[in-house]
Every structure is written in structure tokens, then in C-alpha cells.
């Protein structure tokens, strides 16, 4: 029987496509954001190529069709169709073999409960047909990006390819546009919509629309050497389908992105003179090895304090002292990783570089997190000085908070139990059961939050019985009901509160009251 393929207790997410710069970008993106990545394609041997020099490149496994069964579990699955691809093969084309690959990939599916997001380029149009899945498809326009694949029939490609050669832009005939965005940043995007529940079915996401002749002035004013040759590219509309996600203007970024292609990394000189050099080589060792460790021992200090003020309800200077977390467990995560290739540490450095990603990501949720509270602090403030206030406001301000609260602190969870050096030190000093038990109150609470402004009565009048328990005489709601109140609710605010004696309500009752049989032969009335 073959070896199941694990996660080890990270999300897990299965990439089909061939490498570009997209695909690249979503695969870094995923491994940065603590998931275990399976790539499925045509052609590992260029994606194995890609990750060569990559950190992470453990957390990422290139399987074939048949390995697909051995996954242990699969918790997203991505399908790409590349955008060279639909320009080379056209719309139509593109579109028969995007439907017949995404039926052929769910049945193979079929066996693992997936998220599905189908990646298509916006040239190719709306999919025919009710959907292939159980997911979400995105349209995106053009991207550039590392491991850029150019097309000579695209105006936007082939200019960034002339300009990576030093050769002269050729010019289209006739006006052309172009929404170009940085694959980085399509693939942060597209993150957000694989791992949100807010998206709707069909997104696009594109750079801002210009025309050629906008393009073309941004070639001038950035020195690039722009021809007189001209010729007829095939010209695809970039189509809107569903919501619409602008990520703005990249052009600029385009044109210096495809000059850097061009350079090509010095040799490292040799023979370098060791008496004249000793001693300032020394002393940058030295420095560039305390510098880490004296910002990760900051950054350890700056979250207990945040903490502490949290606890103590100062949130504006616990903010503060949360950036500077972030700011000191990054400069440690650099550092560590500058010297993590140096013989002898490389090991411990990688597993400090990792305690250093968990602080700096673990900042920045506690930044939102006390966020959130300081909302929660504003409601109850609100709630019970009866002050009016946007109740819908902070409703739909609170619950994606919430969701990404949850969600982020289950990826870092899963950084956590996948590292055994983390999982040993960060729970000697971390009570596990008492993090994961505020986890599943997130995700009761988000519930709760969305319902806001019909529990706080902003329609209309609501009336809630509070009941007021002794544990000490257990009864079956929990305790002897000793008291109760009757609270009045309107507008977010608490209008009337009254508090009765149990036994208040009991006299209330006239006559004899027979009690049900059972209960009499129990106690032998």
C-alpha cells in the first residue's frame, strides 16, 4: 500500500497549471501563507527548476494523476488555464478545452470534499454551460510577473519582451486596450477569494484600462527606445464578468519589471585578501548575527506587552506597540534568513527564521483583533448609555474581522504543529487548549455578529428574559433561578431593564397548581 501524502496538519492546496508568472505568484503566495502546495502539470521539470533557490520549497510536492489518490486530504483545489495559452489558441478554442478539463479534473475530485476556484482568463468570455463545479471562477486580464511567458500576437507581451531583449517596441496599427496587473498582486486576490466566504460566484480582477497610445507614453517617459514599425496584433477584449476587482494603474511597473529580466547577477569576486579584510569581515559576522537575535528577543518582550496592555484596556498603545513587534520580528526574519546558509547554523537559523514569521504574523492578527475589540468596546460603550449609532455599520465592519481572525490564526496554528521545534518551545509557554477553545468562539461569535442589528432591535423593539442561576443548587438550566430580569432593546441601545425575586413571579400564580404524575409518584406527593 503507498504512503499517503500529508499536509501535516496545514491547509492544503492542489495548483494545476503549467508555470508562468501567475501560477508562480499563487504558489509563492500559498507557501507564505502556511499551506502545503501540490502542483499537478504537464511539466514539473521547469516548476522543480522554479523552486530551486526558494526557502520553502519543502512545502511544495509536484505529483502526477495517479498520485493524486495517495493525498491525504485536499482542502482547496485550483485550476489555471494560462493566458498565453487562450491568446495563442483564441477564445473559443480556449473555451472547449477549459470546459473539458474541469470536468475531467472533478471527477478525479470527487473523492476529496475541495473548494474549487477556476482561474480563466478574462479574454476568453463567460463559460458556457451551468457551472463545472462546486467553486468560484475568476477572470483575470493581463499579468506580468517572474517566469513571464511572452506572446508575439499581444501588443502589452510582445512589448514587454522587446524591452527584456533592448530591442524596440513594434507599435499596433490600431488603437489597443490593455489592462495589465502585477501578478503578485492579482495572486494576494485571489488568495483572498480562495480562503473568504463573502466573494460572490464570478469575480474579475484586472489592472486599470489604458489605451495603447497611454502605454506608449509611459515607454517614452521612462527611456525605453520606442520604433516606428508597426503591425496588426490580435486584438481580445478584456470582459467584465461578475464583480469587478481594479487593482490600478501597473503599466509603470511593467516597463521596469521587463528591464530587470535583462540583468543578469554578477559572479562573486575571489581571492580576496584576508589580512586587509579580517577584521571587517569580523565585525559584520558579528553584527549581522546579533542584529536578529537582539530584534527577535524585542519582538518577544513587544507582544507580551501588548498583551498585558490589552488586558488593561489601553488598545491605542498596544496598537503601537504592536507595529513595533512587526516591524522588529521582520527584521529578525531577514536577518535570520540572511545567515541561515552560513555552515554550522543553518539549521537553527531556519527554525528561528520560522519563531520569527510566527511573531511578525501573529502582530499583525493581534493588531486586528484589538481592532475588533475596541469596535466591541465602542457597542457595549453605545449599548448602554443608550447613544445612537450605525448598528448595520459596525455589523458589516465586525464579521469579516472575525472571519479572518479565525481563518488566519488556523494557518498559523498549522505552521505551528507542522514545526516541531515551534510546536515544543511556543506551547511551553502557550496554553494550546485554551487557544484553540477562543478559536471555536470566533466562529460562534461571527455568527452572532451577523445577526447584530436584529439581536440589538434596530427595526424594532426586541425583549429578552435574562435569568440569574446558582451553580451551587444545580437545577436543569444550570443552576436555582434566584432572580430574573426583563431587558428592553431598541435602536442599540438598552431602554428599560427590571429585575424581579423568582418568587416575585411565583406569587403570581393563584390557586393550587397540580404537578405533573411522574413528578408526584417521584417524590410521593
Not at 526574519?333 to 546558509?341: M, Q, T, V, Y
Not at 430574573?484 to 393550587?512: C, M, P, R, T, Y
Request: charge should be positive; hydrophobic fraction near 40%.
Amino acid at each position: 500500500m503507498q504512503n499517503k501524502l500529508s499536509s501535516g496538519g496545514k491547509p492544503s492546496v492542489l495548483l494545476i497549471a503549467d508555470l508562468d508568472d501567475l501560477s508562480f505568484s499563487l504558489s509563492n503566495t500559498l507557501i507564505e501563507k502556511s499551506c502545503k502546495v501540490f502542483i499537478l502539470s504537464r511539466n514539473n521539470k521547469s516548476w522543480k527548476k522554479a523552486f530551486e533557490n526558494i526557502l520553502k520549497k519543502s512545502e511544495i510536492e509536484f505529483l502526477n494523476e495517479k498520485e493524486l489518490f495517495n493525498l491525504e486530504k485536499l482542502d482547496y483545489a485550483i485550476f489555471h488555464f494560462n493566458l498565453f495559452k487562450s491568446l495563442n489558441k483564441g477564445p473559443q478554442a480556449s473555451q472547449k478545452e477549459i470546459g473539458k478539463s474541469i470536468n475531467y479534473l472533478l471527477n478525479k475530485l470527487k473523492p476529496f470534499r475541495t473548494k474549487f476556484i477556476t482561474l480563466i482568463p478574462a479574454i476568453c468570455g463567460k463559460l458556457d454551460g451551468e457551472g463545472f463545479g462546486f467553486g468560484k471562477t475568476i477572470y483575470f486580464s493581463e499579468t506580468f510577473g517572474r517566469h513571464q511567458i511572452f506572446v508575439k500576437n499581444n501588443f502589452f507581451l510582445s512589448a514587454l519582451e522587446s524591452i527584456s531583449l533592448n530591442k524596440k517596441v513594434v507599435l499596433p496599427k490600431k488603437e489597443i486596450l490593455i489592462k495589465p496587473a502585477l501578478s503578485d498582486n492579482v495572486a494576494d486576490q485571489i488568495i483572498k477569494i480562495l480562503f473568504s466566504f463573502s466573494f460572490s460566484t464570478e469575480t474579475t480582477i484586472s489592472g486599470r484600462e489604458i489605451s495603447s497610445s497611454e502605454f506608449i507614453e509611459t515607454l517614452n517617459d521612462t527611456g525605453v527606445d520606442v520604433g516606428i514599425k508597426t503591425k496588426n496584433f490580435k486584438y481580445y477584449k478584456n470582459l467584465v464578468i461578475g464583480e469587478e476587482i481594479v487593482l490600478g494603474n501597473s503599466s509603470n511597473q511593467s516597463v521596469e519589471f521587463s528591464k530587470t529580466i535583462k540583468e543578469q547577477p554578477t559572479n562573486k569576486p575571489r581571492g580576496l585578501k584576508i589580512k586587509k579584510y579580517f577584521l571587517k569581515a569580523a565585525f559584520l559576522i558579528l553584527g549581522i548575527i546579533l542584529i536578529p537575535f537582539l530584534a527577535l528577543l524585542l519582538s518577544v518582550v513587544g507582544m507580551a506587552t501588548s498583551f498585558y496592555l490589552i488586558e488593561k484596556g489601553d488598545f491605542t498603545n498596544a496598537t503601537k506597540t504592536l507595529v513595533v513587534t512587526h516591524s522588529t520580528a521582520e527584521i529578525s526574519e531577514e536577518g535570520f534568513k540572511a545567515i541561515s546558509f552560513l555552515p554550522g547554523i543553518g539549521p537553527t537559523a531556519k527554525d528561528v527564521v520560522a519563531i520569527a514569521e510566527i511573531i511578525k504574523r501573529g502582530a499583525s492578527l493581534s493588531r486586528r483583533g484589538t481592532g475588533l475589540l475596541k469596535d466591541l468596546n465602542y457597542i457595549l460603550t453605545n449599548f448602554l448609555a443608550n447613544r445612537p449609532y450605525d448598528i448595520s455599520e459596525y455589523s458589516q465592519r465586525i464579521t469579516p474581522e472575525t472571519e479572518y481572525l479565525y481563518e488566519e490564526s488556523g494557518f498559523i496554528l498549522g505552521e505551528i504543529y507542522s514545526s516541531k521545534p515551534l510546536n515544543k518551545l511556543l506551547f511551553q509557554w502557550l496554553d494550546k487548549n485554551s487557544i484553540l477553545e477562543k478559536r471555536e468562539q470566533l466562529l460562534e461569535f461571527s455568527n452572532i455578529t451577523k445577526n447584530l442589528p436584529d439581536i440589538l432591535g434596530e427595526g424594532s423593539e426586541k425583549k429578552y428574559l435574562i435569568l440569574f442561576q446558582n451553580n451551587m443548587e444545580l437545577r436543569p438550566t444550570g443552576g436555582f433561578i434566584g432572580s430574573f430580569a426583563i431587558a428592553q432593546v431598541e435602536g442599540g441601545g438598552l431602554q428599560n431593564l427590571n429585575i424581579w425575586d423568582v418568587f416575585s413571579a411565583d406569587g403570581q400564580l393563584k390557586g393550587h397548581i397540580e404537578p405533573p404524575s411522574p413528578i408526584k409518584k417521584q417524590i410521593g406527593f
